[in-house]
């Protein structure tokens, strides 16, 4: 069985404009069903405003969608009894794209990674200490961060503290909203090797939203592609996607950088060497 | 050929330091780069390499109670290092206009888009409210803005990332600036949005012959758009090339690991289509 299966989920926002309550309710996601296996990753594509970070927050159990389910395990994450909720919560992590947002300024890298912990398990001060050093240690950081405050990490740092506080209950499946987007591309590397690592090491499984196809490429095992809240694509291997004949995954894929500069795509810049 | 003239802005022996708790700390270092007119100059460097402390320097946007700069910034032939802020004021968004990486936190969030757009217009011109409004709809436009009319009605938050950058662009490009600093212009986009912004920033080069100082992490925005590149590690350039050298035959061994962090598409497309 799925360790996540999404069932005809659709979900729409209704957009309030002052003194005026009536407005037509904004269809986001349609009729979206999709399934993530264990210790797999599967890479959701698309647009900007395609829904993308709507559906992430519909799996975690942030926003309840108007129709379809959402079952984790098996378990409807909104229906299910709350034992069952308090469980799923410990098992489904997520990590934002902009990592200074994502924790509490005023807390060090200590109480940021050690807070999951005190909710969840019965630690002694020296235990809880200890684990969250290992935990440093695994995302890559070091003891001396344990006091550090946000503001004196840079953004991969931060990131990876935040890596470390998602992975700190050993959660099964982590969702990763954009995780990488906002880092340089030596941290973006370093960050993806990273949760390759993870994933084999602890069988966990991902959800990957991202824009950026050569990201999702490289962790993903199976790849979705979401546009204006359906999902048009859903491929079992990653490599289809670069046989797809779909319209919208061909601009996506024309669209892709090169990478070099003898093969520019912007008609001005060719021809300049 | 190059002449003295064709340099827009010029940097020379740029030097940073802020002044901290424990001394002063160096922040870039002997940075020193030309910009000629038309042209794109790149600037790459992983994050914490002093790329957005270069651009804000020219800009004078350092806290000056903090941080010292030393050097000259000339921007044709005029020295802003050290300029007042009312005459500052005035260069920015004018003749240097600056382009951020977040979209989102570049705007107020508690005025309209459109009175944004018309304060920056008037307060570098003469114009009165209605020509203000009738370039910020025209600037739009350029850009491919649909409904620019209503979209100066609406809040930041009500428009995707994507539009907002476009319209940033639209009004660092309205008052035709001979220099536009790009930092990070695209790291918040999608890849269609990615190649349009570019496509924006190349034509508004070509037209009016603006100088773009390209600032960026990503080697695929960079070999699209540059025609020289600097490369930043620690505060310092390491390698200054022009694009096609530094992807063909890096000479840093920083630069050969920056070209190596790339990640890469097994299936790369056919590239006849882009040629």
């Known amino acids: ?273 | 050929m190059r002449t003295e003239r064709s340099n827009v802005l010029k940097v020379s022996d740029l030097h940073v330091q802020v002044q901290t708790k424990e001394g002063a700390s160096t922040l870039v270092q002997d940075i020193n780069f030309e910009l000629e007119k038309g042209k794109v100059l790149g600037l790459v460097g992983e994050s914490g390499s002093g790329k957005t402390v270069t651009s804000m320097s020219i800009l004078q946007l350092l806290d000056r109670k903090t941080t010292t700069i030393e050097g000259s910034i000339t921007l044709q032939g005029r020295e802003l290092n050290g300029l007042d802020d009312k005459e500052i004021r005035g260069i920015r968004g004018k003749d240097i206009a600056f382009i951020m990486q977040n979209p989102m936190n570049s705007f107020t969030p508690v005025f309209t888009i459109g009175n944004q757009f018309v304060e920056t217009i008037r307060s570098h011109t003469s114009l009165n409210k209605k020509q203000a409004k009738e370039l910020a709809i025209e600037a739009m436009q350029n850009v491919n803005l649909p409904n620019p009319a209503k979209l100066l009605k609406s809040y930041p938050f009500q428009l995707s990332g994507g539009m907002l950058q476009r319209v940033m662009i639209a009004m660092a490009a309205c008052l035709q600036p001979s220099v536009i600093i790009a930092d990070e212009p695209t790291t918040a986009l999608d890849v269609h949005n990615q190649l349009q912004v570019l496509r924006h920033l190349d034509k508004i080069r070509s037209e009016y012959g603006t100088s773009i100082l390209l600032i960026s992490h990503d080697l695929g925005v960079i070999s699209e758009m540059a025609d020289d590149v600097v490369v930043m590690q620690h505060g310092r350039i390491v390698e200054t090339a022009n694009v096609f050298e530094l992807f063909d035959n890096p000479q840093h061994e920083y630069t050969k690991k920056l070209l190596n962090a790339r990640l890469s598409i097994k299936h790369e497309e056919p590239i006849t289509h882009m040629l």
């Open chain 1, 1 to 273: 069985m799925s360790l996540l299966q999404v069932k005809a989920v659709s979900h729409s926002y209704n957009s309030h404009t002052f003194l005026k309550w009536k407005e037509p309710s904004k269809k986001v996601l349609t009729d979206i069903s999709l399934s993530i296996d264990e210790g797999t990753c599967l890479g959701l594509l698309g647009t900007s405003g395609a829904g993308k970070s709507t559906l992430g927050k519909v799996i975690l159990g942030l926003e309840r969608p108007q129709q379809g389910q959402v079952l984790f395990q098996g378990h409807d994450i909104y229906t299910a009894d709350k034992l069952t909720r308090q469980k799923i919560r410990r098992d489904l992590q997520v990590v934002f794209q902009d990592s200074y947002s994502a924790v509490n300024p005023r807390m060090t890298a200590e109480s940021i990674i050690g807070e999951p912990l005190e909710n969840y398990e019965k630690l002694t001060v020296a235990e809880q200490k200890r684990t969250v050093i290992e935990l440093l240690e695994r995302v890559g950081l070091s003891e001396k961060d344990l006091k550090k405050y946000p503001h004196q990490f840079s953004g991969g740092q931060l990131q990876r503290i935040n890596i470390a506080r998602a992975i700190s209950l050993k959660p099964l499946l982590i969702v990763l909203d954009e995780s990488v987007s906002s880092l340089d591309m030596v941290n973006q590397t370093l960050i993806l090797e990273l949760l390759s690592e993870l994933k084999k090491d602890f069988g966990l499984s991902y959800l990957f939203i991202t824009h950026d196809i050569k990201a999702a490429y490289s962790i993903s095992d199976t790849l979705g592609v979401l546009e204006k809240g359906e999902l048009i694509e859903h491929y079992n291997s990653k490599d289809q996607f670069f046989s797809s004949e779909h319209p919208v995954v061909k601009q996506m894929r024309s669209s892709i950088l090169a990478g070099h500069p003898r093969f520019r795509s912007l008609p001005m810049r060719i021809n300049k060497s």
